[in-house]
């Protein structure tokens, strides 16, 4: 026995043992990987919650593409009591991303989307982890740039110094969006020195800059993506993908100019409406931006 963070006894089953065991009329096979050093017993996150982000980690790198490991193997793999494992899956479950069926092998559901409610001020990045993907970046460039029409859009003078982001998003290792973002370089240069790896652009505004974004406007639209997107993207390059502009304001000042190119197979946006407020619609001029 050995005891959790919380203090109950935590069973471990023996680790690297291949049996096969019938169950509802299907097999389950036993992994014989020892993955118990996975499981961190001094930390204060209990073992299924631990056992979760491993599986919605290796999940979202494609590990199970040949069918996911039963209650059996998980036991015998990760070293977990069955209680344990069994309170991962059913989070899980209620987190949509497994299926389960009486008589039937536990599967994976399709690929989670990422939702995001209509109007809302809201981080990709936080969008991502909060679906329990992990999720980072690769940065193509962080530099300072000047591009007259993006200045004009900031309400600046043409040849304004402005702070470039570039960064394809992954969601797991699956590419989710291209994001490109412009910010005037007088109030955000701070951010040249960020690591955007592992973090959320409005995150570094306010700890970097104190900047806190208070509103603005998105623009959201169906396009075909360049070559050189769709690839990056890996998509086919007849696919469409959604275009979000997006210009922030805090409080009466544009700080953000963003164009992000997102997979609409991996990205909803949703609306609520009611009889007294109804929808608000604007018009369909896009925002200026190179």
Same mark, same amino acid.
């Given at each position: 026995?050995?005891?959790?963070?919380?203090?109950?006894?935590?069973?471990?089953?023996?680790?690297?043992?291949?049996?096969? +065991?019938?169950?509802?009329?299907?097999?389950? +096979?036993?992994?014989?990987?020892?993955?118990?050093?996975?499981?961190?017993?001094?930390?204060?996150?209990?073992?299924?919650?631990?056992? $979760?982000?491993?599986?919605?980690? &290796?999940?979202?790198?494609?590990?199970?593409? *040949?069918?996911?490991?039963?209650?059996?193997?998980?036991?015998?793999?990760?070293?977990?009591?069955? $209680? +344990?494992?069994? /309170?991962?899956?059913?989070? !899980?479950?209620?987190?949509? @991303?497994?299926?389960?069926?009486?008589?039937?092998?536990?599967?994976?559901?399709?690929?989670?989307?990422? /939702?995001?409610? #209509?109007?809302?001020?809201?981080?990709? %990045?936080?969008? @991502?982890?909060?679906?329990?993907?992990?999720?980072?970046?690769?940065?193509?460039?962080?530099?300072?740039?000047?591009?007259?029409?993006?200045?004009?859009?900031?309400?600046?003078?043409?040849?304004?110094?402005?702070?470039?982001?570039?960064? #394809?998003?992954?969601?797991?290792?699956?590419?989710?969006?291209?994001?490109?973002?412009? !910010?005037?370089? *007088? @109030?955000?240069?701070? #951010?040249?020195?960020?690591?955007?790896? $592992?973090?959320?652009? %409005?995150?570094?505004?306010?700890?970097?800059?104190?900047?806190?974004?208070?509103?603005?406007?998105?623009?959201?639209?169906?396009? @075909?993506?360049?070559?050189?997107?769709?690839? #990056?993207? *890996?998509?086919?390059?007849?696919?469409?993908?959604?275009?979000?502009?997006? !210009?922030? $304001?805090?409080?009466?000042?544009?700080?953000?100019? &963003?164009?992000?190119?997102?997979?609409?197979?991996?990205?909803?946006?949703?609306?609520?409406?009611?009889?007294?407020?109804?929808?608000?619609?604007?018009?369909?001029?896009?925002?200026?931006?190179?």
């Amino acid at each position: 026995m050995v005891y959790t963070s919380s203090g109950s006894a935590e069973k471990l089953a023996p680790a690297r043992v291949i049996r096969r +065991t019938a169950i509802n009329g299907w097999e389950d +096979t036993v992994s014989a990987d020892d993955l118990s050093a996975r499981m961190d017993r001094s930390s204060a996150l209990p073992l299924w919650a631990q056992l $979760h982000a491993d599986l919605v980690s &290796r999940i979202a790198a494609g590990e199970f593409s *040949d069918g996911f490991p039963g209650e059996h193997a998980l036991t015998a793999s990760y070293g977990l009591s069955r $209680h +344990t494992v069994r /309170e991962a899956l059913r989070q !899980l479950r209620n987190d949509g @991303v497994l299926v389960a069926e009486r008589g039937r092998a536990t599967r994976l559901a399709d690929v989670p989307v990422i /939702e995001q409610p #209509l109007g809302a001020l809201y981080s990709l %990045y936080a969008a @991502v982890e909060a679906q329990g993907v992990s999720q980072h970046s690769i940065v193509r460039a962080l530099e300072l740039r000047q591009d007259p029409a993006v200045a004009a859009t900031l309400e600046m003078a043409p040849d304004a110094p402005l702070v470039y982001l570039e960064r #394809l998003r992954m969601a797991g290792e699956l590419p989710l969006a291209l994001d490109y973002a412009w !910010l005037p370089a *007088d @109030v955000a240069e701070p #951010l040249l020195s960020a690591d955007f790896t $592992h973090t959320a652009l %409005y995150i570094e505004l306010d700890t970097r800059c104190g900047i806190r974004l208070t509103g603005g406007r998105e623009d959201i639209a169906a396009v @075909v993506p360049q070559p050189a997107e769709a690839t #990056l993207l *890996d998509l086919d390059e007849r696919t469409a993908a959604l275009s979000i502009r997006r !210009l922030g $304001h805090m409080r009466s000042r544009p700080i953000e100019l &963003r164009r992000t190119l997102i997979r609409g197979d991996r990205f909803t946006v949703s609306a609520r409406f009611s009889p007294s407020e109804g929808y608000t619609f604007v018009t369909a001029d896009s925002l200026a931006m190179s």
